[in-house]
């Protein structure tokens, strides 16, 4: 292929904005698959994430056009995710393309994720083309969009109206990507430099890797070595995504394809890696890489115990497609043997969780999401731990550092008082208040990393009445006074009920997790008492009283709906259920600490 004729670029939005709805119809209309053929959001082909409406993997589709100048061109399309969680992804997709459809909500506007994604497409040097999609709702104001990207920096008469929904503005959009994204400017003829911007583990055939050449070509037969993980592979297949995988001779210099290589571990082939010839290597690999790391952890227990080398099978599985999970074993005093898990974020958490349940039909107990503290003891020795349960006594401890993010939360003015409140509330550091215009403000704030897996999200969304959205990027290690607090239940410790807290906070989280656990924890035929403690002192008491009828009993001469709702409650309840000692705690137990504040 002449690379004049090749145009890569991919499309950004702010969740739910339309981007791959808008996908489809690019692929309809240069009919890559016919009306027929299309399932609807073909894009996003996971289930999970059908059904969450979010995109988690990066796909690339290829596309023939046949613009009005006479000449056929090649487009590739790169999709990328649409979370926070996956914004390293993201990165790497943009770094792969050399312009962007910025794909805005007509009705909703511009949206923090919409920034955030402007700033990569920039540093990235795409071309942007502002896209506002949706025009055919009611609500719909582009006048009012357009003013918006003004203030963001982007031209308003460079905009394309749309409707990915109807069918509207699509051929515009096709002949704008020809004439204003620049084609690829490689060269075929030196050593091979190549991008990956995903990776998928597939069973029968190994990692595929997604790749963008740079420069030179890749072939069947041709030994390519990974430059960060200096791993060497003999290519067993090449090709381009039409959109199903189809095998070609080589990929050159400026094109989008793909690569079988019997590579037996996404580790081996990570997202921002750069692909060369073993033989004859270039000599600097792309700047930009940074191996998957995550940054949440959770313990994983099955709550029953003989499914324990189960959930070892699925988790090796799982991270055959996943670079940044990780997994090691770990034994609780109270849930047994399992496994701490480490995630980029809570999304990614509880997408693991569900697909460990749905996929392996696992029963789990997760305890909270936790995150690394580094221990400074006394004695010199620093530690990264990432289970209270694993933190040192407070004698030995001389300090600790927490990890802190950089917090942007973009919202209209009227939000900014309970937002900042929210933010101190959870130690945030004022940084920096923007308006963006009139009544759109951008509010900057350092939080640590810990208070934002404890439901910040949520709780931003319900006090700002869902308008505000955030962002956030990891930011270094802060000195805290941090202490852990333990939890007893019938005088006993529950370690993975134990959390590390601010000090000024701790008597409060006592008092208030004591209250929750109090509220989960079902009566038992004696009397419990839930303290909570740091060190030896206990800081709050709740006391469960004992039992003393069946369940059952209440709903006798009741109506038999509610006694079926209660059944298949308790049912579930039951599945979720852990004896520790002479009490049974149920999953939520675990998790009442994100219920707090
Ligand atoms: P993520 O994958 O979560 O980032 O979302 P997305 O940006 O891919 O959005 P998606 O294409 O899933 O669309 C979100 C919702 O908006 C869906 O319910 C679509 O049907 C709807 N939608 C998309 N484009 C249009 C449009 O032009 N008009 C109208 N009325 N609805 C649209």
């Given at each position: 292929?002449?690379q004049n004729n090749i145009r890569n670029f991919c499309i950004i939005a702010h969740i739910d904005h339309g981007k791959?709805?808008?996908?489809?119809?690019?692929?309809?209309?240069?009919?890559?698959?016919?009306?027929?053929?299309?399932?609807?959001?073909?894009?996003?082909?996971?289930?999970?994430?059908?059904?969450?409406?979010?995109?988690?993997?990066?796909?690339?589709?290829?596309?023939?056009?046949?613009?009005?100048?006479?000449?056929?061109?090649?487009?590739?399309?790169?999709?990328?995710?649409?979370?926070?969680?996956?914004?390293?992804?993201?990165?790497?997709?943009?770094?792969a393309c050399e312009g962007a459809l910025l794909v805005i909500d007509a009705a909703q506007g511009v949206e923090a994720?919409?920034?955030?994604?402007?700033?990569?497409?920039?540093?990235?040097?795409?071309?942007?083309?502002?896209?506002?999609?949706?025009?055919?709702?009611?609500?719909?104001?582009?006048?009012?969009?357009?003013?918006?990207?003004?203030?963001?920096?982007?031209?308003?008469?460079?905009?394309?109206?749309?409707?990915?929904?109807?069918?509207?503005?699509?051929?515009?959009?096709?002949?704008?990507?020809?004439?204003?994204?620049?084609?690829?400017?490689?060269?075929?003829?030196?050593?091979?430099?190549?991008?990956?911007?995903?990776s998928l583990y597939d069973p029968y055939r190994g990692v595929i890797c997604y790749y963008r050449v740079i420069d030179?070509?890749?072939?069947?037969?041709?030994?390519?070595?990974?430059?960060?993980?200096?791993?060497?592979?003999?290519?067993?297949?090449?090709?381009?995504?039409?959109?199903?995988?189809?095998?070609?001779?080589?990929?050159?210099?400026?094109?989008?394809?793909?690569?079988?290589?019997?590579?037996?571990?996404?580790?081996?082939?990570?997202?921002?890696?750069?692909?060369?010839?073993?033989?004859?290597?270039?000599?600097?690999?792309?700047?930009?890489?940074?191996?998957?790391?995550?940054?949440?952890?959770?313990?994983?227990?099955?709550?029953?115990?003989?499914?324990?080398?189960?959930?070892?099978?699925?988790?090796?599985?799982?991270?055959?497609?996943?670079?940044?999970?990780?997994?090691?074993?770990?034994?609780?005093?109270?849930?047994?043997?399992?496994?701490?898990?480490?995630?980029?974020?809570?999304?990614?958490?509880?997408?693991?969780?569900?697909?460990?349940?749905?996929?392996?039909?696992?029963?789990?107990?997760?305890?909270?999401?936790?995150?690394?503290?580094?221990?400074?003891?006394?004695?010199?020795?620093?530690?990264?731990?990432?289970?209270?349960?694993?933190?040192?006594?407070?004698?030995?401890?001389?300090?600790?550092?927490?990890?802190?993010?950089?917090?942007?939360?973009?919202?209209?003015?009227?939000?900014?008082?309970?937002?900042?409140?929210?933010?101190?509330?959870?130690?945030?550091?004022?940084?920096?208040?923007?308006?963006?215009?009139?009544?759109?403000?951008?509010?900057?704030?350092?939080?640590?990393?810990?208070?934002?897996?404890?439901?910040?999200?949520?709780?931003?969304?319900?006090?700002?009445?869902?308008?505000?959205?955030?962002?956030?990027?990891?930011?270094?290690?802060?000195?805290?006074?941090?202490?852990?607090?333990?939890?007893?239940?019938?005088?006993?410790?529950?370690?993975?009920?134990?959390?590390?807290?601010?000090?000024?906070?701790?008597?409060?989280?006592?008092?208030?997790?004591?209250?929750?656990?109090?509220?989960?924890?079902?009566?038992?035929?004696?009397?419990?008492?839930?303290?909570?403690?740091?060190?030896?002192?206990?800081?709050?008491?709740?006391?469960?009283?004992?039992?003393?009828?069946?369940?059952?009993?209440?709903?006798?001469?009741?109506?038999?709906?509610?006694?079926?709702?209660?059944?298949?409650?308790?049912?579930?309840?039951?599945?979720?259920?852990?004896?520790?000692?002479?009490?049974?705690?149920?999953?939520?137990?675990?998790?009442?600490?994100?219920?707090?504040?």
């Amino acid at each position: 292929i002449n690379q004049n004729n090749i145009r890569n670029f991919c499309i950004i939005a702010h969740i739910d904005h339309g981007k791959s709805t808008l996908a489809d119809r690019l692929l309809e209309f240069t009919g890559t698959i016919s009306e027929r053929e299309m399932e609807e959001q073909l894009l996003d082909t996971m289930d999970l994430e059908r059904e969450r409406g979010i995109t988690i993997k990066a796909q690339a589709v290829r596309m023939a056009y046949q613009a009005k100048d006479g000449n056929e061109y090649t487009l590739n399309l790169i999709d990328t995710p649409g979370h926070v969680d996956f914004s390293y992804e993201v990165s790497r997709s943009l770094a792969a393309c050399e312009g962007a459809l910025l794909v805005i909500d007509a009705a909703q506007g511009v949206e923090a994720q919409t920034l955030a994604n402007i700033y990569i497409a920039l540093e990235n040097d795409l071309e942007i083309i502002p896209v506002i999609n949706k025009i055919d709702l009611p609500s719909a104001n582009p006048d009012r969009v357009k003013e918006e990207l003004i203030d963001i920096g982007l031209d308003p008469d460079d905009a394309i109206l749309t409707s990915a929904k109807e069918g509207i503005g699509i051929e515009d959009l096709l002949e704008r990507v020809v004439k204003q994204v620049p084609p690829p400017s490689g060269d075929k003829d030196k050593p091979l430099k190549a991008l990956i911007f995903d990776s998928l583990y597939d069973p029968y055939r190994g990692v595929i890797c997604y790749y963008r050449v740079i420069d030179g070509k890749i072939k069947k037969g041709m030994k390519v070595k990974m430059m960060a993980t200096k791993k060497v592979f003999e290519v067993d297949e090449v090709g381009t995504f039409s959109p199903k995988m189809k095998p070609s001779k080589e990929i050159s210099a400026g094109e989008v394809g793909y690569m079988a290589a019997s590579i037996k571990n996404v580790k081996n082939a990570q997202v921002g890696d750069t692909i060369t010839d073993a033989e004859n290597p270039t000599d600097k690999p792309l700047s930009g890489y940074q191996p998957a790391k995550p940054m949440v952890f959770c313990g994983m227990y099955p709550v029953d115990g003989k499914d324990y080398d189960v959930l070892r099978d699925a988790l090796e599985k799982l991270q055959l497609n996943d670079a940044s999970l990780t997994f090691e074993p770990e034994t609780s005093e109270a849930l047994g043997f399992g496994y701490r898990c480490g995630f980029l974020g809570l999304l990614h958490m509880e997408i693991m969780q569900e697909r460990l349940e749905r996929e392996y039909r696992l029963d789990l107990i997760t305890t909270a999401p936790s995150v690394i503290y580094n221990v400074y003891k006394t004695n010199g020795e620093v530690l990264q731990i990432e289970n209270p349960a694993n933190m040192p006594d407070a004698q030995q401890i001389d300090k600790i550092e927490e990890p802190v993010v950089e917090a942007k939360i973009l919202l209209p003015d009227e939000h900014v008082g309970a937002a900042m409140e929210l933010c101190q509330g959870k130690r945030g550091q004022f940084k920096n208040m923007e308006y963006l215009d009139e009544v759109r403000v951008r509010l900057t704030y350092d939080i640590p990393l810990s208070e934002i897996v404890l439901d910040f999200f949520d709780k931003l969304k319900s006090r700002t009445r869902g308008y505000a959205t955030f962002d956030y990027e990891f930011n270094g290690y802060q000195e805290a006074d941090l202490v852990k607090l333990n939890i007893l239940v019938n005088e006993e410790p529950v370690d993975a009920l134990s959390c590390i807290v601010h000090r000024d906070f701790a008597y409060e989280v006592g008092k208030e997790l004591t209250k929750k656990l109090k509220e989960f924890i079902p009566q038992q035929m004696f009397k419990v008492p839930i303290q909570a403690a740091i060190g030896h002192k206990i800081v709050a008491r709740q006391t469960i009283s004992a039992r003393r009828k069946d369940v059952l009993q209440k709903c006798y001469g009741g109506d038999v709906s509610r006694k079926k709702k209660l059944l298949k409650k308790q049912k579930e309840g039951k599945k979720r259920m852990k004896q520790v000692g002479s009490v049974e705690i149920p999953q939520d137990a675990f998790m009442a600490v994100l219920e707090i504040g």
